[in-house]
């Protein structure tokens, strides 16, 4: 069974950068698309950025510019740089992956998650 497990967070001053993980335990099929999402406090979950098996990258406005994303599929793991980071950038970031070719940011896309990890952006 394919599980996926988000590393890398943590507590970070405004302004600063975290690099998350997200580990596939068993091998991913190439094309599968990953996506990143944040959950702030309080509110829903929502895709911030996706990327294909070949590579092509999406981000939701409020990441574009300040966020990249990349994978390893030899690696079976997907990066998210996180650079100039807000304090509305805090909460629990999770990766997850869905079936088919294309990219989707809806969380109701027919994702399977991992367990999250916590971000605090905070002076």
């Known amino acids: 069974q394919l599980q996926l497990v988000e590393s890398g967070g943590g507590l970070v001053q405004p302004g600063g950068s975290l690099r998350l993980s997200c580990a596939a335990s068993?091998?991913?099929?190439?094309?599968?698309?990953i996506a990143w999402f944040h959950q702030a406090p309080g509110k829903e979950r929502e895709g911030i950025s996706c990327?294909?098996?070949?590579?092509?990258?999406y981000y939701a406005d409020s990441v574009k510019g300040r966020f990249t994303i990349s994978r390893d599929n030899a690696k079976n793991t997907v990066w998210l740089q996180m650079n100039s980071l807000k304090p509305e950038d805090t909460g629990v970031y999770y990766c997850?992956?869905?079936?088919?070719?294309?990219?989707?940011?809806?969380?109701?896309?027919?994702?399977?998650w991992g367990q999250g990890t916590q971000v605090t952006v905070s002076a």
């Open positions: 997850g992956i869905r079936s088919g070719v294309w990219c989707a940011l809806e969380p109701d896309a027919g994702y399977s």
């Open positions: 068993v091998g991913t099929e190439d094309n599968y698309p």
């Open positions: 990327i294909t098996g070949d590579h092509m990258t």
